[in-house]
């Protein structure tokens, strides 16, 4: 592979701010794993926002580019899963797998796409420097769309993108990305806008995991009681400054139970309990290395959170601590606080 743009490259971040900014260009945020795609004829590389090649994960994605993208380009874009009218991202957590065969049985069962929106590269030229005006038009040009490849959806009218932020959320989508006309590509550095979903709910704190470098509270593993009254393990809370943390630690000494008998998670300390998802002391699918041991805390403590949209059953993103709430009983905080966004095809997003 000889291009003018060569991996590993880390892809253009994004800022968050509180509303969408105005005289920019706006698209929909997607909510899969970024994907820098490198191609030097039959040669495919796709990046992730690590650097990590996740190439072989993708094996369908990789047949539908050489369809759809130039012969030598590089093309910045975000691998989704469609699942009936929306995005899955579970189904796309479990594409990451180390065994071949079950790679190619997922590629069939839950194909993936690519939704592409920048163009860093094409032929022998860089584009790198050159304005996203002039990226996307050449984006626009070069792209040939299919069911697996999409440019993804914009506009410069801000009432459009208002729209988008309020409608797009019910396919699965993550809120709006605005960017400057005139910006150059710049890696690893946040210069565009991001947009996002900010709500709140009141959460049951049954447990902690400790801090990865230091013995301080590294995140508060949080719960919402379902129909049925189990406390279900909903997400995590973890962004403390170090003073905070070690404040924590005093704060939830005394609601440490250290026998899990009665403790509504106790089944999850068991190995077997561990095989189906992302619970509290379950290996990281990202790190085999990375230990998640928790220390369970008696459910009496509840805690405010800002979020910005669930995922099945669970907070998509890390949970935002906002207060205590001493004042709540734990035994209501349930799921049926959350708000609901109205529901909307994905297919009318991408045209189909």
């Known amino acids: 592979m000889k291009l003018p743009v060569m991996p590993p490259l880390k892809p253009m971040l994004a800022k968050s701010v509180p509303e969408i900014p105005p005289s920019l260009h706006y698209e929909p945020k997607w909510d899969g794993f970024r994907c820098i795609v490198f191609r030097d004829g039959d040669e495919v590389e796709l990046g992730s926002r690590n650097e990590r090649p996740i190439t072989r994960y993708f094996p369908e994605v990789v047949a539908a580019l050489k369809d759809s993208l130039p012969a030598r380009c590089v093309v910045d874009g975000e691998i989704v899963i469609v699942r009936g009218k929306k995005l899955d991202f579970d189904a796309l957590l479990n594409r990451i797998h180390p065994a071949d065969s079950r790679v190619r049985l997922l590629a069939a069962q839950t194909p993936a ?9 094409l032929d ?3 584009l790198m420097a050159q304005p996203f005006r002039e990226r996307r038009l050449l984006l626009e040009r070069a792209l040939i769309r299919g069911p697996m490849v999409h440019a993804t959806p914009a506009t410069q009218d801000l009432g459009v993108a208002r729209d988008w932020f309020e409608q797009f959320e019910g396919a699965g989508l993550d ?4 960017k400057p006309l005139d910006l150059p590509y710049r890696p690893d550095q946040r210069a565009m806008f991001k947009i996002k979903h900010d709500r709140t709910a009141d959460c049951v704190v049954a447990g902690f995991r400790w801090h990865k470098n230091d013995r301080v509270v590294g995140s508060l593993l949080l719960g919402l009681y379902d129909g049925s009254e189990q406390l279900q393990h909903v997400g995590v809370s973890a962004s403390f400054p170090l003073r905070r943390r070690r404040e924590l630690v005093q704060e939830l000494e005394p609601y440490q139970q250290h026998d899990l008998d009665g403790h509504p998670w106790a089944e999850w300390a068991r190995a077997e309990a561990h095989q189906g998802g992302r619970l509290p002391g379950a290996q990281s699918r990202w790190n085999a290395k990375k230990g998640l041991s928790w220390v369970a805390l008696r459910p009496e403590l509840v ?4 979020y910005d949209h669930m995922e099945g059953t669970r907070f ?4 935002q601590f906002r207060r205590w709430r001493p004042d709540r009983d734990p035994r209501t905080c349930g799921y049926d606080q959350l708000e609901e966004p109205v529901s909307y095809d994905l297919a009318r997003i991408l045209g189909h």
């Open 113 to 121: 796409s690519l939704i592409a929106f920048d163009l860093l590269a």
């Open 124 to 126: 022998d030229r860089s």
């Open 175 to 178: 809120g709006i990305v605005a």
């Open 303 to 306: 805690c405010e959170v800002a």
């Open 316 to 319: 998509r993103h890390t949970a």
